[in-house]
T-cell receptor
Framework: AQKITQTQPGMFVQEKEAVTLDCTYD???????LFWYKQPSSGEMIFLIY??????QNATEGRYSLNFQKARKSANLVISASQLGDSAMYFC???????????FGSGTKLNVKP | KAGVTQTPRYLIKTRGQQVTLSCSPI?????VSWYQQTPGQGLQFLFE???????NKGNFPGRFSGRQFSNSRSEMNVSTLELGDSALYLC?????????????FGSGTQLSVL
């Protein structure tokens, strides 16, 4: 079974609007961390936001927030007020405490339209 | 603090050859992991080294190997190259201890096999 599932291969959003990128995960480890990374066309992976499995509140980092629904095993990324520079691939990832290994989803390509 | 450095940035090889990629982690980081990225496949985990020992391994054939030196620098080797090995190879470093610790990525080595 896939550890991380991103069901949106590509998305479009109008500049200045909000967009939600979906991510579901699968784990039986009670302790884990969820991450989102951005990959522009240059190739480098840029860390955006982190959510721990025991965190009570949803994580926020500037225009990024993580909608964490533990029971549903989902960790959706919300980008508010999209900018042209947000056009990139976005990857959801999970790290399990027991295995110390990162699992990445297949990514979502976001295009921000002016 | 210098980031993760990967060399070379681009490589062109022919089938049957072998190739060695290099990764220098952030100073103080003892964990180095390698990922293969191909279009539509997301990031696939190759292996992770911690203090010169392979700690985790993904599902890749034995043609893919790696090592880590005492200064934490790591090399990845691919022998008997196949066309399907064409990919972006990303290296990431971390201290290797905490669940909430993000990975720091290099810019990658783009390998083309002709």
């Amino acid at each position: 079974a896939q550890k991380i599932t991103q069901t949106q291969p590509g998305m479009f959003v109008q500049e200045k609007e909000a967009v939600t990128l979906d991510c579901t995960y699968d784990t039986s480890d009670p302790s884990y961390g969820l991450f989102w990374y951005k990959q522009p066309s240059s190739g480098e992976m840029i860390f955006l936001i982190y959510q721990g499995s025991y965190d009570q509140q949803n994580a926020t980092e500037g225009r990024y927030s993580l909608n964490f629904q533990k029971a549903r095993k989902s960790a959706n990324l919300v980008i508010s007020a999209s900018q042209l520079g947000d056009s990139a691939m976005y990857f959801c990832a999970m790290r399990e405490d027991n295995f110390n290994k990162f699992y990445f989803g297949s990514g979502t390509k976001l295009n921000v339209k002016p | 603090k210098a980031g993760v450095t990967q060399t070379p940035r681009y490589l062109i090889k022919t089938r049957g050859q072998q190739v060695t990629l290099s990764c220098s982690p952030i100073s103080g980081h003892r964990s180095v992991s390698w990922y293969q990225q191909t279009p539509g496949q997301g990031l696939q985990f190759l292996f992770e080294y911690f203090s010169e020992t392979q700690r985790n391994k993904g599902n890749f054939p034995g043609r893919f190997s790696g090592r880590q030196f005492s200064n934490s620098r790591s090399e990845m080797n691919v022998s008997t190259l196949e066309l399907g090995d064409s990919a972006l190879y990303l290296c990431a470093s971390s201290s290797g201890h905490a669940t909430n610790e993000k990975l720091f990525f290099g810019s990658g080595t783009q390998l083309s096999v002709l």
